[in-house]
């Protein structure tokens, strides 16, 4: 079988995404807060939801948006992933603190600590014009950090 080598900056350009809304392609994104200790699952109600057109920020000590603090948030975005061709693809993350990847409801890459920039990957046999499901979570734990996140694909 052969490899191609698709680079997902942004995630959501490279493979076609659904979870578009109003006809604009993207990853519904759903910004949570939290004050204290980080919780290891701080999904409760968003403070903000939005469609991403991808998945590559740097926020360096800033908030993703007026409406979310500048530390203690976290990010999931869902949607779904259109694949074009047959084969194994390896998803990579950059993240500064935890980040968690699911495709097809599989778990990918599971690294949900608080660290400095790091680079995940992790890989599945995906089917060729098929959509799947997919999740990515991130987190940013403290002000002091970076904060960033993004992702590509080889496949």
């Known amino acids: 079988m052969s490899r191609k ?12 995404l659904a979870g578009a809304t109003n006809g604009a392609e ?5 910004y949570y807060e939290w004050s204290g200790t980080p919780p290891t699952e701080p ?6 939801e939005r469609l991403d057109s991808m998945v590559n920020f740097n926020w360096a000590g800033n908030a993703p948006d ?3 603090a500048a530390n203690n948030f976290a990010v999931r975005w869902t949607g779904e992933v259109v694949i074009p061709t047959s084969g194994t693809y390896t998803f990579h993350t950059q993240t500064d603190d935890g980040v968690r990847l699911w495709v097809n409801n599989r778990s990918i890459i599971d690294n949900w600590t608080d660290h400095g920039n790091t680079h995940d990957n992790g890989s599945i046999e995906l089917a060729g014009g098929r959509r799947y499901a997919s999740s990515w979570s991130t987190t940013r ?12 694909v080889r496949g």
Do not use: D, E, F, K
Not at 26 to 30: A, E, I, K, V
């Open 66 to 68: 007026p409406t979310v």
């Open 141 to 152: 734990m403290a002000a002091t950090r970076g904060a960033s996140c993004r992702g590509r």
């Open 26 to 30: 993207g990853l519904l994104g759903q």
């Open 43 to 48: 999904w409760g109600t968003p403070v903000m």
């Open 5 to 16: 080598l698709i680079y997902l900056v942004p995630l959501v350009s490279v493979l076609s």
